[in-house]
């Protein structure tokens, strides 16, 4: 199974795929750029295991998953915003790397390589085939409990959630998202039901509700993901 499959890449190659305050990036450009972090992470040894992806809803997301299942590795999706969580990702991971903004400071755990998104392109090659029973990404959580929690995703389960979310809002094609990708509700929901149809996801964080009303009733906006305060 090519674990590219379930983000609709082979859809609207030369349209906008993600759009955001600054910039609009197609989906054959976030896929040339994967490719070169896919490379960049074999060229440093990093060609099997998990790879830590720690960034804010960004085309920097978006290159450094598609660049870890390219080079070969499992993204585990983590929040940029809470460093205590890394050293229990990398323990229950044992992943060897982590994505992280440029710029970024703060230490890592020994053993753990820090790796940013750029701006290079390569040529996309097949991602290797993986079964649909292997996990396709991590999610890492605390959830309620207080205690790290890792939960794996496979192509198989994806696809089933992507199916019925698709059709519980009418295959929408341009999302606003207000959460955070790293977390399982915004990841499904605002980045890879729209990724997987083809359609268009809208980084519209500080958007407010007036302005997400005059975006939809202008025909701009189809569905709009976010946390109950982002309306009030």
């Known amino acids: 199974m090519d674990p590219l499959a379930v983000f609709g890449l082979d859809q609207n190659r030369d349209t906008p ?3 955001t305050p600054s910039a609009s990036f197609s989906r054959r450009t976030l896929l040339r750029r994967a490719a070169a972090m896919g490379d960049r992470l ?12 720690s960034l804010d809803n960004s085309d920097g997301f978006v290159v450094g998953l598609l660049g870890c299942l390219l ?17 229990s990702a990398v323990d229950l991971t044992g992943a060897r790397a982590i994505i992280r903004r440029a710029g970024a400071s703060s230490p890592l755990p020994d ?4 790796f940013a998104v750029d701006a290079g392109e390569a040529e996309p090659v097949a991602a290797a085939e993986i079964p649909e029973s292997a996990p396709l990404v991590y999610l890492f959580t605390s959830g309620s ?15 089933v959630e992507i199916r019925f979310l698709t059709g519980l809002f009418h295959a929408p094609a341009r999302v606003a998202t207000l959460v955070p990708w790293c977390h399982i509700f915004g990841f499904i929901v605002s980045f890879l039901v729209p990724m ?25 906006l189809d569905l709009a993901v976010a946390v109950p305060a982002v309306y009030r």
Request: charge should be positive; glycine fraction near 14%.
């Open 71 to 87: 080079g070969g590795t499992t993204p585990v999706l983590l929040d940029p915003l809470v460093k205590r969580e890394l050293t």
């Open 145 to 159: 409990t207080g205690k790290p929690t890792l939960v794996p995703k496979t192509f198989s389960q994806l696809e």
């Open 42 to 53: 074999r060229e440093a040894g990093i060609r099997q295991g998990n790879v830590v992806l």
């Open 196 to 220: 997987h149809n083809g359609g268009v996801c809208d980084l519209a964080a500080g958007i407010s509700p007036k302005r997400l009303l005059e975006r939809a009733s202008a025909g701009l």
């Open 111 to 114: 053993g753990v390589r820090g």
């Open 17 to 19: 795929a993600l759009i």
